[in-house]
T-cell receptor
């Protein structure tokens, strides 16, 4: 089944404890992206990647890191989480960067709480 | 820059009622417009899309028409069901901006009662 998977689905952590949220897609997509969803704000893009070893900042990159060493994986790293990073996070992918203009496929989400 | 303004909710309806969710946009280039739906506990799914002016997107009884003159993309369904209860997001992507992303509205929570 073609899908985007994220792990963990739920995470409660404390301020300053480094964490990684994994994202993997099995559709051989070039483009991958991370969004965060907050009430009243919709989804906002954190980082995106147009291909392996190519990443760029989205609208709200502060406090996050990403890497794209393999085509299928795009982990989101919070080196020193803070309470304002408590949010619902979605990973998404598209066949190619230009395919973003047609459709993105979203993972099931990771609900992160930072105490 | 690009932005999407979406009707605020929550919206509560009875089954078989008519649903409209308003969406207007601002874009600098040539946007494609989308409606995504998020069912409880799930990720977002593409509901419908339109890539140029006057296009009508439709799926699962939902429709939306790309109106360039009013910069709008309102979502409609003639007779909702309980299973349509979800959060609906209007979004755009703008080829002219070359930013390769979706810009989302705030989302509208719809609850349909039996």
């Amino acid at each position: 089944e073609a899908q985007v998977t994220q792990n963990p689905r739920y995470l409660i952590t404390v301020t300053g404890k480094k964490l990684t949220v994994t994202c993997s897609q099995n559709m051989n997509h070039e483009y991958m992206s991370w969004y965060r969803q907050d009430p009243g704000l919709g989804l906002r893009q954190i980082y995106y990647s147009m291909n392996v070893e190519v990443t760029d900042k989205g609208d709200v990159p502060e406090g996050y890191k990403v890497s794209r060493k393999e085509k299928r994986n795009f982990p989101l790293i919070l080196e020193s989480p803070s309470p304002n990073q408590t949010s619902l996070y979605f990973c998404a992918s598209s066949l190619s960067p230009s395919s973003v203009y047609n459709e993105q496929f979203f993972g099931p989400g990771t609900r992160l709480t930072v105490l | 820059g690009n932005s999407v303004t979406q009707m605020e909710g929550p919206v509560t309806l009875s089954e078989e009622a008519f649903l409209t969710i308003n969406c207007t946009y601002t874009a600098t280039g040539y946007p494609s417009l989308f409606w995504y739906v998020q069912y409880p506990g799930e990720g977002l799914q593409l509901l419908l899309k339109a890539t140029k002016a006057d296009d009508k997107g439709s799926n699962k009884g939902f429709e939306a028409t790309y109106r360039k003159e009013t910069t709008s993309f309102h979502l409609e369904k003639g007779s909702v069901q309980v299973s349509d209860s979800a959060v609906y997001f209007c979004a755009l992507s703008d080829r002219g901006s070359n930013d390769y992303k979706l810009s989302f509205g705030a989302g509208t929570t719809v609850t349909v009662r039996a």
